[in-house]
Each structure stands twice: as structure tokens, then as C-alpha cells.
């Protein structure tokens, strides 16, 4: 497919302006020493979470006269799912699904939760064997791009399972779907080669500190003199926009353990740099060294030392 195996542009051939349909005008860009393609990599958030993963799903669920479309009955049954998803969702996530119906108001955050966590399990089943290992294909070889022991490592391999999503596209969806998000998946992997891990060079950040600015606007005249004073005033009082967590046990409570296990205070969250746990459905569930899923019972803090209450296979243990 040409589409997938066409001659890449470079550096020399787009100064030279050697497709002349690609070039509108002259950038300023071009006064820069730097390689113009390679320097310019794809950003994810738009290119993969907005662009790829939300098209597929409108495709799934408004696709006119799409083969890929599903059956009312099925976007019923994987609404459903979403919404079920909810009371077992991390507390790391920042967001929890809504309704397929809500896939307008949908943000990049839960896109990715989609692709990376949610999507794989609830979509089986629903799909068609093809469409979901299509979707795999995605699913796979985004959290090795976003993985810094694997990105380097298995580059090639994710490149090859993005190189089949493009191929497969036109043939599960139709050739008129396949947009330049879609297109430019071919160049994430490599991208990522110069760049390193995909959220090296994410949107995610910025967006995430603009919530932050927006507080910092109080009134619509001048925006970015307010947030120049309101910074200004923070820096001055030596206060932060947005105050640290801290970390260690929270919340004490006399659990079923207390009795037996006096030498100290039970707490039901632990915090700690990567993960919190707590004794709530979604976060109390933890994998041990062996490869064991167990399940936070309570947290106790003694003199000595600090111990977690698991229940394992049906059994107690600390």
C-alpha cells in the first residue's frame, strides 16, 4: 500500500519544496538549523487520543453508511460497560468513562484510559474478531512507545502493529475514513526514536496546567497581565498554585484487626511517590511479587514497623 511504503519526505526535499501541493506558503521555520522533519515529531494526545481513537469510536457509533458500524444493542451493551467500569477505577486516573452519548464532551484523558486500560477489556465480545484485533493493534503498541524500557527496544515491532492499523483501516471502515491522524501513525515510532517516550513530547502537561491558569483570570480585560500579577504575588508569598500531596497512612479507623493487632494505628489509604492504595473498590487491589492479585484489607502503623493486611486466594495475610 502506498499509503504505508511511500517515499518519506526529508529535510532537503522539503526546503526544496518538492511536493509543491504540500507547501502553502514559505514558514519561518525555515531559517531554523534544524531538520524540518525529523525535529517536528507527531503529537500523540491530538494525533492518537483526539484524532484515531475518538474517530474510531464515532465510526462505532454515527459512521454514515460505515461497514464498522455497531448495532444499537451493542453500543447499549458497551455503554453499559463504561459505566460499570466506574466503581472499579483507580483513583491515579483523573477522570472515570461516561456514556457513549457523552462522546462529544469526551477529553483526551479518557480517550487514553480507552486505549490503554478500559478499551481491550470491555471490547471484546462486541466487536467483530477482525475490528478488535485491529483495535489491539493500537492498543499494543501505544504503551510500548509510552514505555521507557520498551520504546527503544520493541520500536520496531510497535511500528509494525501501527503499519497494520493503517493498512486494515480502509477495509474494516472504508478508504474515505482514513484521515492524516490516521496516516500519521506510520511515523509515531520513529518519531519516538528522536524524541524518546511519547509523553516526552505530549499535550498532556500543558493541558493539564491551563486549569491552573484559568484560575489565575479573574476578569476578561487583559488575561495575561493578571496571570503575569497573580504568579508575581504567589512567588512573593512563597505559596503554590496547586499544593503537594502528602504522603504515608491516612484516615484511622478500628478495623476487625485492631483487636489482634493492637501495637499500633490501622488507617485505611496508604500514599505513597507512583500509587495509592485504599480499602475503596478500584483502589484496595495490588499484584505481589509472585504475580498474586490481592486485596487491601487494612493499613497498621506501629513502633516497629508497617504492615499491610491482604486477603490473597481467600486468606489473610500481612
Known amino acids: 500500500m502506498r499509503a ?76 453499559f460497560r463504561l459505566i460499570y467500569t466506574k466503581n472499579y477505577t483507580p483513583s491515579e486516573f483523573s477522570r472515570r468513562h461516561r456514556s457513549l452519548k457523552e462522546i462529544d464532551n469526551w477529553k483526551a484523558t479518557e480517550l487514553r484510559q480507552f486505549l490503554f486500560y478500559t478499551g481491550p477489556v470491555i471490547l471484546e465480545g462486541i466487536l467483530t474478531k477482525a475490528q478488535y484485533v485491529h483495535f489491539l493493534s493500537l492498543s499494543v503498541a501505544s504503551p510500548v512507545l509510552q514505555n521507557k524500557k520498551l520504546y527503544l527496544t520493541y520500536n520496531a515491532y510497535a511500528s509494525d502493529l501501527l503499519k497494520y492499523f493503517v493498512k486494515c483501516f480502509g477495509k474494516l471502515y472504508g478508504n474515505q475514513y482514513i484521515s492524516y491522524n490516521v496516516h500519521g501513525l506510520i511515523h509515531v515510532a520513529e518519531d519516538c526514536k528522536q524524541h524518546g517516550i511519547l509523553e516526552d513530547y505530549s499535550g498532556f502537561k500543558f493541558e493539564n496546567h491551563l486549569q491552573h491558569l484559568k484560575k489565575l483570570v479573574r476578569a476578561p480585560r487583559l488575561p495575561l497581565q493578571q496571570v503575569h500579577n497573580r504568579i508575581k504575588e504567589i512567588e512573593a508569598t512563597q505559596l503554590t498554585s496547586h499544593p503537594q500531596y502528602l504522603k504515608g497512612f491516612k484516615r484511622d479507623w478500628k478495623s476487625d484487626f485492631t483487636a489482634c493487632f493492637s501495637d499500633g494505628v490501622h488507617y485505611r489509604v496508604f500514599i505513597t511517590d507512583s500509587y495509592t492504595l485504599k480499602l475503596t473498590s478500584g483502589n484496595n487491589c495490588f499484584q505481589l511479587k509472585n504475580g498474586d492479585i490481592a486485596i487491601a484489607k487494612s493499613f497498621l502503623q506501629s513502633k516497629d514497623k508497617n504492615f499491610v493486611f491482604f486477603c490473597r486466594q481467600g486468606r489473610l495475610f500481612s
Open 4 to 79: 504505508v511504503n511511500a517515499p518519506r519526505r526529508t529535510n532537503q526535499t522539503f526546503r526544496d519544496t518538492v511536493q509543491k501541493s504540500h507547501h502553502v506558503e514559505e514558514t519561518l521555520l525555515l531559517k531554523l538549523p534544524i531538520d524540518l522533519v525529523t525535529a517536528l515529531p507527531l503529537e500523540y494526545m491530538h494525533l492518537v487520543c483526539l484524532g484515531v481513537v475518538r474517530k474510531l469510536i464515532y465510526l462505532w457509533t454515527k459512521g454514515k453508511k460505515c461497514p464498522g458500524r455497531l448495532s444499537r444493542a451493542s453500543l447499549d451493551k458497551l455503554s
